[in-house]
T-cell receptor, first 115, second 112 residues
Framework: AQSVTQLDSHVSVSEGTPVLLRCNYS??????LFWYVQHPNKGLQLLLK??????LVKGINGFEAEFKKSETSFHLTKPSAHMSDAAEYFC?????????????FGTGTRLQVFP | DAGVIQSPRHEVTEMGQEVTLRCKPI?????LFWYRQTMMRGLELLIY????????DSGMPEDRFSAKMPNASFSTLKIQPSEPRDSAVYFC??????????FGPGTRLTVT
């Protein structure tokens, strides 16, 4: 079965410093992987997705993630954090089921950004 | 497009009462998903529909939960009778023939 593990429940950074949110996946075949962001009292928004094309995926708001099969990782990075990046981030793997994919969510990483 | 619309945004009810949550998917999307988010269990898929037909309801916790999609632009999730452990944020999401799901703002349910 597919699964994802988010290695940090909380990450704190200063504004302007790099962001690294870690995610490892488990999959019996080449997976589709996603990062979603959830701002307080809001729904989830897709940041980026990997679907077996380029291993370095660029998303919205300056985020990117690199798929590393040898490490079974899909870490999310951003060169310079902004206050508006403070939110909960979910690493997600798809599990093919019939004609569509069920999304399996990680437990989330809460990102705090200090001025 | 207005995105996925959910109502109400907040619902407070007493144990034993019936609760109905509503969702309007993005126009043209053919898949609709209902999720529940709690601190203890994170995000869980409850049920999903394809072209208004329920495909997988294995995540529905028990018979007190039911979901319908009478047409392509409307779905309901009903809990009857409600219990305090049903307190959670319920999300609806829709997608067009693929895995990129668009989420609504959620309904925060509190059962006292």
């Amino acid at each position: 079965a597919q699964s994802v593990t988010q290695l940090d429940s909380h990450v704190s950074v200063s504004e302007g410093t790099p962001v690294l949110l870690r995610c490892n996946y488990s999959s019996s075949y080449s997976p589709s992987l996603f990062w979603y962001v959830q701002h307080p009292n809001k729904g989830l928004q897709l940041l980026l997705k990997y679907t077996s094309a380029a291993t370095l995926v660029k998303g919205i708001n300056g985020f990117e993630a690199e798929f590393k099969k040898s490490e079974t990782s899909f870490h999310l990075t951003k060169p310079s954090a902004h206050m508006s990046d403070a939110a909960e981030y979910f690493c997600v793997v798809s599990d093919s089921f019939g004609n569509t994919d069920k999304l399996i969510f990680g437990t989330g990483t809460r990102l705090q950004v200090f001025p | 497009d207005a995105g996925v619309i959910q109502s109400p945004r907040h619902e407070v009810t007493e144990m034993g009462q019936e609760v109905t949550l509503r969702c309007k998917p993005i126009s043209g999307h053919d898949y609709l998903f209902w999720y529940r988010q709690t601190m203890m269990r994170g995000l869980e898929l409850l049920i999903y529909f394809n072209n208004n037909v329920p495909i997988d309801d294995s995540g529905m916790p028990e018979d007190r939960f039911s979901a319908k999609m009478p047409n392509a632009s409307f779905s309901t999730l009903k809990i009857q009778p409600s219990e305090p452990r049903d307190s959670a944020v319920y999300f609806c999401a829709s997608s067009l023939a693929g895995v990129e799901q668009y989420f609504g703002p959620g309904t925060r349910l509190t059962v006292t």
